[in-house]
Structure formats: C-alpha cells, structure tokens
C-alpha cells in the first residue's frame, strides 16, 4: 500500500475503503469500497443478499469489519454503536421503523435527550424545534399527534426529521419508497432534495431502477459482497444497471436436475388473503416432480402466498385443490393432514425447538403416529422415525439426544426437511431453504430437494437468491408487489427477466 | 365472543355503526362496569349517599398510591407481586414505632414518643430499598419480573413475620397505636356535613406528583419509551437498567407510604396486613386501561380504575352479595378488561 495520506477533504463527505468482513463459511464482504460526496444522492444496488446491509452495518458498527478504513467529514472513524453514529452525524432511516408507537411525534424525535427546565421537560422547546425542522422539510404534521396514528410514509418523514434533528450529515435511507404511494413518493424526494441542497449526503438503497435514475447523482453497484462499479446516474440506463448486477457464471454450484414433472397435483386459483396488504388473485398450478420457484423482491409478499395455502393466515376467497380435490386448509393441522407442508423463513423462531433434542425436532409435526391405544408415547418408533431421518437426510450429529440448535445451520434444516417428510406430504413448501446455510451445505440441501421431486413430490421454494432459483427450479413464479406478475420457464428465462417482472406492480 | 362480534361488523356496512360498535368494544369493560353500578343502585338505592362516598374514598386512597407504584412499572412491561407484603412491612414496622408510651403491649417497652413523620420516611426508605432490589434483580440479573417479585413477595413476607413475632410479647397485633399518627389518617374536615378525610388529601397529592413524574419530566418520558419498544429507547440513549431500577425504587417509596397510612388508618397492623394488595391494584391499573404489552397508561385510568373498583367493591358488599361470590365477580372483571385490552393490539393474519 503507498502511503499517500492527503485527503481531499472537500470531494468526499464520506470514504469507505477496501471494507472485507467474513462470516464462518461465508465472505460478505470482499474489499468494498464507497464514497460518498457531500450534497448529493448516492445510490447503492445490488441484489439481495449483495452486501449492502453488510456494508452499513459496518458503517454503524453493528458489524466490526475485518479490515479497511472508514472516513468521514476528513476523520478516520469506528463506530461502535448506532447511537455513536448518530452522535458523530451519520444517521439511518430503517426499512422497518423503530419508534415508541405509543408516544407523539416530538417525543420520539428527542427521545434520549429531551430539553430540560429545571426538573421538567421543556415541552415548549422541544414543540418549536420540531416544527421549526417540519418546516424546513415542508413536512404538515402535528408535532404532538401520536405516532400509531400515521402512515407509513409519514412515519418515514418521522424519521428523516429525527436525522436532521441530530445534525446529520450523512443519512442512509433503507428501501425508503417500498410501501409508499407515487404522491407519497414525490413528497419523499422533495424532502431529498432540500436535505442535498442543505449539503447532506444520502445513502439511497432500493431496487426500484426508474427511482434511483430519477433521483440520485452517483450508483455504486455491489454483487456477491464485492464492489462492481460506481458511476454517474446520468450516464447508467436500467439495462446497463441490471448487466452490472447479475453477470457472473454458475458452475458447479448445483447438482444435475433429474427430475421429471408428471401430472399437476395442486392447483391454486384467485387466492387472496383477507387482511392487507398482502397476496391478491394469486393462482398457479404445480405438477408432481415439479420444483416451483417464487421470485420477487422483499416485500412482495411471497411468504405470504405459502402462509395463506397453508391456513396460518386468512384467505378472503379463492380456491386450493389438491389431486383433484377441493381442500379448505383453515388452519395448518388441516392442511398437514390434507398432504402439505411448510417449511418456514426463519428457522429459528419458527422452526427448530433450540433447546431440545433431534429426536423430539424430527417427530414434533407427526406426533399422531406415536401414540396408540394407550395414549402413551411408542419411544420406540420415534427413535425408529428419527433414525430415518438423520439417515436418509445425511445429518451430521452425534445421537439423537443432541440438543438441535448445537447443530450448523445446514444440518438444522436438514432434520426440518426430514420432520415434514415424516407426514409423508404430497406438497412441499420451502421459504428460503438455503437461508443461513453455507455454500457447501446448500449443495446439498439442493441435493436433498431434487431427490424429493423424483419421488413425485411437488415442491414450491420461495427464494431470494437469484442463480439458486435459476439452477434449481423448473419454472419460476414472479410476485410483484403482492400480484402473481409472471410464471417463467427457468431453461428459457434470463436473469433481467425476472427482474423486470419483478418490478411490474411497483 | 368479541371476536365475533367485530367479524360480524365486518358486514355492516353503515359507517355510524361500526364505530358505534368500535366505540363499544374499546370501552366494554366501563359499560360492564357501569351497569353492575346501576344493578347495585336499582336494588338498593340508598347506596348514594355521602355516607357511603366518604367510605369509598378513604379505602380507595392507600390503594390508590399502591396502583400508582404499579401502574408505572406495568407500563414498562412490568409487574410486582411483592407489593402487599412491602405494604405490610410497613405498616407493621411503622406502628411498632409508633405505640402509645402509656400503651401495655408495646413492642418497644423503652422507646420514647417518636413524631410520627419520622417513622413514616423511615419505613418508605426500607420499601424504596426493597424496590431497588426488586429493579435489580430485573434489570441487572435479568428475572423476569413475574418471578423476581414473585421471590421477593415470599422473602418480605419472611422478614416481616420475624420481625413481627418476637418477644416480648410474641404474634401480637400491633395496636395501642399513637393518637397522632391514627389522626393524621383518620382526620378529616368537615365540609358544611360532608367529612373530607386527610387522607383523601394525600392521596391527591401523590397523584398530582406521579402525574408530574409521568408527564413532564425525563424520568417520566423514559418510563414511557422504555415500555413501548426498548429498543428505539436504547439506540435513542435511554439508560434502561437505570430506568428500571427507578421506577421499581419509586413503587416501593409509594408502598411504604401507603403502608404507614394504612397502619395509622386501621389502627392496627399485623403481618398479614396488606396481603393481596397488589392484584387489587394490578386489576385496577388493568381496568384503567394501563396495558401489559407496555408503554400505555394514564395516572387517571389508574385512579379511576381504582375508585371503580372499590365501589363495586364496597357496593357489592352494601347490597349484601355474598362474599365469595364477590370474589367470582372480581376475578371475571379482570379476566374480561385484559381480554378487551388484548384485542387492540392483536396483528390480524
């Protein structure tokens, strides 16, 4: 490295440099860098799971990076914490708002450190300095309405009034725009623009291509956790942004497809929940052998679909039929025992039981078959069933008495995958099978679910990771924005198609 | 049940009615209440008297300062067991402070006449400790508070009995106590007819301070944020555990307090004084609208759910409702405000 240590400190408000963080099994982040210039909108894309929350969590500190330098304001700096970032002037509009509901607008915004009257709290003050930044970002709120009581983008504009009330001078913004209205929209970026013209730098993250063309001044593009490219938006188009976020190669990363779609074995037709936002007039058909992939953007309610077929979540209207049969699946022990099964996003809040064992994991959806006459537990076929499944999953463990959590993830899911095998369905539905599984294991997760579907299961795996759902699925269903916006073939679709779909209902 | 109701609104598409209903659901629990009031009054309608609000009003004000210790630390999802008995520790070692020097049985043969304020600071001093250490073993140890309380209910009640049964003269009920203690509590101003106990008084006044705390100091703020989402307060700069381990201390200040008050306002303390206390004052927070799930309540819910409690309460037993079947009444009462409350916050899949 030459040591050349003169910062122009005028051009960049913010440098991150040659930033890598590993994780066990995973590099993150691989040498990333971004700058920041102050008074204008950098964007920074890439697909899910790229690196960009990596990336600002390093900045705040909530990750440590393994090495590279941040600089800010012409400072070399580490923050530790969120709040020493925001003490410092680099503040953050979440993508999920975290606010005291409860509680009005200016209390939140000076939560932590109210102005003070001898003993009491200068409401007075703290109502003039609210309103006086509402003005500044022409925002109409009652400082001192309740937060429950707001839209979401009003919430939002909440926020980027509590950035500016502390000064900041960088400010990253989250997928600002995912639940907004086009007026909505437009209102958010006048607010942008006054904060850029008053100098402030702003970290733009989103999906939305037309967006980010519209308002930002430079676009750093991330993929698989390395820096791609970073240039002026005047010179970017939507196709050139989307090369830029796909190109790479998929070798060897999967095994050979063997599997044979047969005749369709589920049917869905106009499925529409009953509480919004959520799925509208979703239907699609899925064979036996077949492996379906969902694609779409975070929030576009893919989970959704998986949730309502299988009775966690309310249905409005439309129709669900299993081999030829009308099922009704008001909840998930009726849909268990009409052939499906579910395997859930987030496997460890709804899906291991971390402190028990594998035996009790593997057996827990199935328990009906355990217990005879007596109404007393048969140990012996639970050790029988539990066998099959670290067998014929290939879990690595020790004994069945191991406690599941001191597992990897890759074998977690593997007992999962086994658990609902046992209730021998006819539907598998997987919710991002491969999520916090390291590369090796999902070769065989991938393994595992191919085998599955030459023994005539129908499968349906929502997945975030593009190249997994292109080197494992036979067609591709593309949500948008809570609507079915595609069914693709995966042999003859392409990486940008899916991405154009996926932004059709924006 | 509500949940059908609600569903069924769902249907009816007039706008004036589905908030009729609305209106309805978010304050069931007052209209349940409000009606076994005029059952009460139908039956036996000189249950109005001025009489009988004076009652009220004196045996709803230690209970009042004890659902204010509570309703504070319930709104940072909270909760403490331990209150009756801290209720109980002071009151017992307040009135063995306070006997009359010419009194028989007095607990401290020796003791010179003490002025009864001494004694009052004293034993809120010992509750406030205990609330500290309530507020630590929660905040600092991490025992849920249902627990923790739970452990120190068992130990105070423990530390009281020793101290109460020793000799001299063994389990004694505490009595013989000073005149000017017993009228600090008992004495009241005679309105044209209309006897205002002091007591009532003070009740007002530890409102009107818990209402400053509440609203308009940073305490109060951080209370709120606390128990609305702990984790907008910490990245915001809240101190929690400090936070904690105040609100706790100031529940125990106020126990104490309410203790001696209800020692003075007896006339006697015994070990067993103030048991269950606080699920009376937990169910009036609860009926007052202060909620479990954190971050919402107000010192006048809480003071208007204790005063409705306590007239139907006194109420109850007025028109001769058999004892036991009181305890039914009240029980349901709870069980319904919370089932009401719940419904507001429910995501709806």
Redesign the interface.
Known sequence: MQNIKVESNSTYLLRMKSISKEFPGVKALDNVQLEVRPGTVHALMGENGAGKSTLMKCLFGIYHADCGEIYFDGKKVSFTS??QALDNGVSMVHQEL??????NIM??IW????P?KF???D?EKMYKDTKKIFEELDIQLDPKAKVEKLSVSEMQMVEIAKAVSYNSKIIVMDEPTSSLTEKEVNHLFKIIRALRDKGVGIIYISHKMEEILQISDEVTVMRDGKWIATKPANELTTDIIISLMVGRDLTNRFPEKTNVPGDTILKVESLTA??KPSIEEVSFDLRKGEILGIAGLVGSKRTDIL?TIFG???RKSGKIEINGKKVKNRDPKEAIKNGFAMVTEERRSTGIFGILDINFNSIIANLDDYFGMTQLVNEDKCEKDTKWVVDSMSVKTPSQKTKISSLSGGNQQKVILGRWLLTEPDVLMLDEPTRGIDVGAKYEIYQLIINLANRGKGIIMISSEMPELIGVTDRILVMSNGRVAGIVDTKATTQEEIMRLSAKFL | MFGAITNKVKGINSIRSKEVIKWMVDNAILLVLLFLLLTIIVISPDFVSLNNLRNILSQASTRIIIALGIGGLIITQGTDLSAGRMVGLAAVISASLLQDPEYAYRMYPNLPHLYFWGPILFVAVITGILGLINGFIISILKVTPFIATLGTMIIVYGINSTYFDRPPYGAQPIGGLDEEFMRFAQGYFNLGGFKLPYIVIYAAIVTFFIWLIWNKTKFGKNIFAVGGNPEAAVVSGVNLTMTLMLVYMMAGILYGFAGALEAARVGTATNNTGNMYELDAIAACVVGGVSFTGGVGTVRGVVIGVLIFQVINYGLAFIGVNPYLQYIIKGLIIIMAVAIDTRKYIKKK
């Open positions: 969120t709040r975290n606010q005291v509901r409860q509680r209390d939140n939560l932590g450190r109210y003070n003993l009491f709290i409401e009953a509480y949730e966690v979540r309310q």
